[in-house]
C-alpha cells in the first residue's frame, strides 16, 4: 500500500487511492471512490460512492463530498464544506413511503483545477465551479461559477476576481479590463464577464 490510512478511517476495497495520500482519523472512502496522488483527507470527511478526486486534492476535517462529485486537480475544499447530490431532497416519496437508493436521480458538482471552496460552503447540486474559483467561507452556491471567481454571500454572487494564488485581483492602472494579481503580477483579462489569463506583465 502506498498511501497512508489511519487507523480509524474507513477506505472501502473498492476504492482506488493514489500513491502518496493520506486520509486522516475517522474518515470515510466509499466503494468505487477514486483518488489521484498526495491528496490529504482530514479528519471525519466523507467521500461517497464513485466521487473521483484528482491529484493534490485537499479536503479539510468533516468536508463531505457526495456522489457523483468529480474535482479536479487540485481542488481544495474547507472544514465542514458540503457538496451535495439531490435537488429535490425528500426522505419519502409523495406517498409518504421512505426513498430509497433507487427512487432518486443524484445530480454531480463538478469543481474544475485549483479551485478552493471555503468553510461551510454549500455547493448545491447540479452546479459547476470553474477553474481557480474561490467559494467564500459560508457562502451558498446554486448556480454555474466561471474561473477565477470570488462567490460570496446567500446564495453567493461575483465579488470579484482571483488569480491561481487566491489573492483578490486589482485592475490595471492602465489596461482597461485587464486585472493584475497583487501576488505573482499575472495578468488577467475580463472580456463578457469571463476571465482568461494573458501572462507577466
Known amino acids: 500500500m502506498n498511501y497512508r490510512v489511519q487507523p480509524t478511517a474507513q477506505v472501502d476495497a473498492q476504492a482506488v487511492v493514489g500513491a502518496g495520500t493520506t486520509v486522516w482519523e475517522l474518515a470515510q472512502i466509499r466503494e468505487d471512490a477514486r483518488l489521484g496522488e498526495n491528496c490529504v483527507v482530514g479528519r471525519g470527511a466523507y467521500i461517497g460512492p464513485g466521487v473521483t ?3 493534490n486534492c485537499k479536503l479539510q476535517n468533516h468536508a463531505l463530498v457526495y456522489e457523483p462529485a468529480v474535482l479536479g486537480d487540485g481542488v481544495f ?3 465542514a464544506a458540503v457538496l451535495t447530490n439531490d435537488h429535490h431532497p425528500r426522505a419519502v416519496d409523495p406517498d409518504g413511503r421512505l426513498k430509497r437508493g433507487g427512487d432518486w436521480e443524484p ?3 463538478r469543481v474544475g483545477e485549483g479551485a478552493a471552496v471555503g468553510a461551510r460552503a454549500v455547493c448545491v447540486a447540479p452546479v459547476s465551479i470553474g477553474r481557480w474559483a474561490l467559494i467564500a467561507a ?3 452556491v446554486t448556480a454555474d ?3 477565477f471567481a470570488l462567490m460570496m454571500g446567500v446564495p ?3 465579488a470579484g476576481w482571483v488569480g491561481r494564488a487566491g489573492v483578490r485581483l486589482t485592475a490595471h492602472p492602465d489596461r482597461p479590463g485587464v486585472w493584475c494579481c497583487p501576488r505573482t503580477g499575472a495578468l488577467y483579462e475580463e472580456r ?3 476571465l482568461t489569463e494573458c501572462g507577466a506583465p
Do not use: M, Q, S, Y
Open 138 to 140: 459560508g457562502a451558498v
Open 156 to 158: 453567493a454572487r461575483r
Open 145 to 147: 461559477v466561471p474561473d
Open 77 to 79: 475544499i474547507g472544514p
Open 53 to 55: 478526486l484528482g491529484d
Open 107 to 109: 445530480v454531480a458538482v
Open 192 to 194: 463578457d464577464g469571463l
